[in-house]
């Protein structure tokens, strides 16, 4: 029977994507959860796998053309097989029940290797039958783009199968080790100033319109949803910081690899006040209010690409300090090349938007729908404040609340402010 690979519904928010190349062409050999091709959804880029194995027979879509959820995009089957009426149909929605088809490439979640050595903690590849190295298709395809030997990367999946994690985590530990390995960087000579030339005049068009990203498009559309219909109100309250930077730094002095910034501080204490003001973890349902029972941050990411992606940090509220932080980063570095899965970045209950580290001092963020809140975070900046009487210099860090009217009355956003101030100032209460 042949196997449809079809355009994946990627997100809940979804409604078309790109074909951006292709893995295999047509006449190839094609076996069970081998990449096919690549596509770009509305919140990242993604490998689609084949369900099944053949020949690759008939490629409908070129790369570059945008096409709705569920369009045929390509055939698998037998060398001799009728695929003419799945061809003339050129589209799997009326027979979608009738073969299986393609889906979205998916990690597999990397269990502790076993046999870890204590020099490295990471266990070593293990051959399969014949010495040939278990190896993910898609991992396979990433160590080759990147120069790497796939028969040295440390497997972490199951029988010590090598997947996409562990090729990127040998890639980002790759460039330490060669820097290590070549010693100190010779000094050179300041290059001289050169006398600055006035700036010519640009020459040629006027202007250039680039068309909408997949990613754009729903920005454009989401913003409208939520800015137009949802009666957005703001709360700002100013937070002294001082301590914790002092838990920062403290933190960062026992433990240099964990890097903990205000950030990851924030993303902790807003899930301790979302559990002491439950009805802010909300969201507006048309004839009802759902109150979330599990707090799940969405953090907003500008990408590489331009736009914005909310990677999701899952019961935020039971994690560590030093699990957030290291989960959040993760997620971003992921999130800013379009590489998070699709359970990755859907789902959260409430989420936070930082700029304070582009100087921001103060901003309103909108409503990520159907959320009844978000949190916009400035600049920890120092300012002269008022203490015990006194003008003194102070470390504060001004925090806009945007709320859902429907959902989030004005005290009860600023009970969720009073409780989140308090646990910033005194953070002693995240170890709790």
Known sequence: MAVKVLMPKGSDTMTEGKVLKWLKKEGDSISSGDTVVEIETDKVDMEVEAMGGGILRKILIEPGKVVPVG????????????????????????????????????????????????ATGISAPAPAAGGRVLASPLAKRMAKDMGLEIAEIPGSGPNGRIIRQDVERTAAQAPAARAAAAGPAPLRAPVPMLPRRPAAVPTGPEFADEPLSSMRKVIATRLVQSKAPVPHFYLTIEVNMQRAKELRESANLLNPELKLSYNDIILKACAAALRQNPEV???????????????????????????????????????????ISRESKELAARARTRKLLPDEYAGSTFSVSNLGMMGIDEFAAIINPPEGAILAVGAV?????????????????????SCDHRVVDGATGAKFLQSLKQILENPVYLAF
Not at 76 to 86: F, H, N, T, Y
Not at 381 to 401: F, M, N, Y
């Open 71 to 118: 369009e045929l995009l390509a055939i698998i089957g037998k060398p001799d097989e009728d695929i003419a009426s799945l061809v003339k149909g050129n589209g799997a929605a009326a027979d979608s029940h009738s073969a299986p088809s393609a889906a979205p490439a998916k990690a597999t979640p990397a269990p502790l290797a076993p046999s870890a050595t204590p």
């Open 281 to 323: 973890n909300s969201s507006f349902q048309g004839e009802s209010v759902r109150h979330h029972n599990r707090v799940h941050l969405g953090m907003a990411v500008a990408t590489d690409g331009g736009g914005l992606i909310t990677p999701v940090v899952r019961n935020a509220d039971a994690k560590s300090l030093e699990e």
């Open 381 to 401: 900046a120092e300012k002269a404040v008022a203490i015990d009487g006194r003008v003194q210099a102070g470390l504060v860090c001004r925090l806009t609340l």
